[in-house]
């Protein structure tokens, strides 16, 4: 009889830990633990915050009936770490080293993911995995070239759900990833939006950066000499410049709400300033995809759309009207994170897939 691994997944956010327990593929148990501004404010650097986010995680496994040392494996929430192919990685050495000395890893919560999974491993002697990771980069080398030198496009998007996403997809209709092309839009906080050819992501929206649609808290691409303009005019420090670009742009900006749902609620209620911007964050959504399926020269078999905001129907439709014409257009609310981590977990114990060394 096959083996069942179960696995615990380990997704850390700027205010919550969420945690899934997985037999296979089949969840067990999913929670998460929340955490207020005033305990976070006590920690000088998101690392230190893990021995706090490690207790409080295992007292919530057991208070549901479970044990950690119940586990096959752990696996965690990589975080920006260097740039890397796509794949389920092993947490060595050099990856602790990069999740917790890197400036870049230091910037969200993430990093804790895979510094969590690599504690309860090393405690219970079981491996612990990241999984597709927010830096992974398979771009073609033409997708990176800008018209400044100086300047190379940037690479930080929502992998884990696209790859996630489109294998899914592939189940559900009898395909298989690695033969087939789609665009795909990740709407939430931020939003990324992708070109996979054949299991590959070619080319995407830099997901911090400032490209691609504006989304909730970031501002998406800006005309570059009014940006140069404001910056040297407001005479503002480069953190608020970049906190504008990502964290206080989008809707944040506009409304003072990184709430896709109050604006609905606006437009719902007659706002026509709040349709006019809600519209355009969807116009940019559908924009981008447009230029996917170029860089995919038009063979595309599924427009797939996901995230958060992917259950908003009035920002869906909007979108599906507009790129219906390149493919079929299929919605997958939600961000599954928890559940991607676990299946690249499970792909490897089962032997499905070998686990990729991070080299750094």
């Known amino acids: 009889?096959?083996?069942?691994?179960?696995?615990?997944?380990?997704?850390?956010?700027?205010?919550?830990?969420?945690?899934?327990?997985?037999?296979?593929?089949?969840?067990?148990?999913?929670?998460?633990?929340?955490?207020?501004?005033?305990?976070?404010?006590?920690?000088?650097?998101?690392?230190?915050?893990k021995d706090m986010r490690m207790e409080l995680v295992e007292s919530l496994i057991e208070e549901n009936g479970?044990?950690?040392?119940?586990?096959?494996?752990?696996?965690?929430?990589?975080?920006?770490?260097?740039?890397?192919?796509?794949?389920v990685y092993t947490i060595n050495e050099k990856l602790m080293d990069d999740l917790i000395n890197l400036p870049s890893a230091q910037r969200h919560a993430s990093m804790l993911g895979g510094v969590i999974a690599r504690a309860y491993g090393d405690r219970y002697g079981k491996p612990s995995f990241?999984?597709?990771?927010?830096?992974?980069?398979?771009?073609?080398?033409?997708?990176?070239?800008?018209?400044?030198?100086?300047?190379?496009?940037?690479?930080?998007?929502?992998?884990?759900?696209?790859?996630?996403?489109?294998?899914?997809?592939?189940?559900?209709n009898d395909m298989k990833y690695e033969e087939h092309n789609f665009v795909v839009a990740h709407l939430g906080g931020g939003i990324s939006v992708a070109a996979h050819r054949k299991g590959?992501?070619?080319?995407v929206t830099d997901a911090m950066s400032g490209e691609g649609p504006f989304t909730p808290e970031r501002c998406g691409a800006l005309p570059a000499k009014d940006l140069a303009d404001f910056i040297f005019e407001s005479g503002l420090p480069r953190d608020e410049i970049n906190k504008l670009i990502a964290g206080r742009g989008?809707?944040?900006?506009?409304?003072?709400?990184?709430?896709?749902?109050?604006?609905?609620?606006?437009?719902?209620?007659g706002d026509g300033h709040a349709k006019l911007i809600y519209d355009a964050m969807a116009?940019?959504?559908?924009?981008?995809?447009?230029?996917?399926?170029a860089v995919l020269a038009?063979?595309?078999?599924?427009?797939?759309?996901?995230?958060?905001?992917?259950?908003?129907?009035?920002?869906?439709?909007?979108?599906?009207?507009?790129?219906?014409?390149?493919?079929?257009?299929?919605?997958?609310p939600g961000e599954g994170e928890?559940?991607?981590?676990?299946?690249?977990?499970?792909?490897?114990?089962?032997?499905?897939?070998e686990p990729k060394e991070y080299l750094g």
């Open 130 to 172: 990241i999984v597709d990771p927010v830096t992974v980069d398979e771009r073609d080398e033409i997708a990176k070239i800008t018209g400044l030198p100086q300047i190379k496009r940037g690479c930080i998007f929502h992998c884990l759900n696209q790859k996630s996403v489109c294998r899914y997809h592939c189940r559900l």
């Open 200 to 203: 590959v992501i070619v080319d």
């Open 250 to 269: 989008g809707l944040m900006a506009h409304f003072n709400t990184n709430s896709a749902i109050d604006v609905e609620k606006m437009v719902e209620a």
């Open 298 to 332: 038009g063979e595309v078999d599924a427009v797939i759309i996901t995230g958060g905001i992917a259950y908003s129907k009035m920002l869906t439709e909007y979108v599906k009207e507009r790129v219906s014409f390149i493919a079929p257009v299929v919605i997958y």
């Open 338 to 353: 928890l559940s991607a981590l676990a299946a690249g977990a499970v792909r490897v114990l089962s032997g499905e897939e």
């Open 66 to 87: 479970y044990k950690l040392a119940d586990m096959d494996a752990f696996v965690g929430r990589g975080g920006i770490v260097r740039p890397l192919k796509s794949g």
């Open 1 to 49: 009889m096959e083996k069942t691994y179960r696995v615990l997944a380990v997704n850390p956010g700027s205010t919550s830990t969420k945690v899934g327990i997985y037999e296979g593929y089949e969840m067990l148990y999913e929670g998460t633990v929340r955490h207020s501004q005033e305990e976070l404010s006590k920690f000088a650097a998101i690392h230190d915050q």
């Open 283 to 293: 116009y940019n959504v559908a924009k981008s995809c447009g230029a996917m399926a």
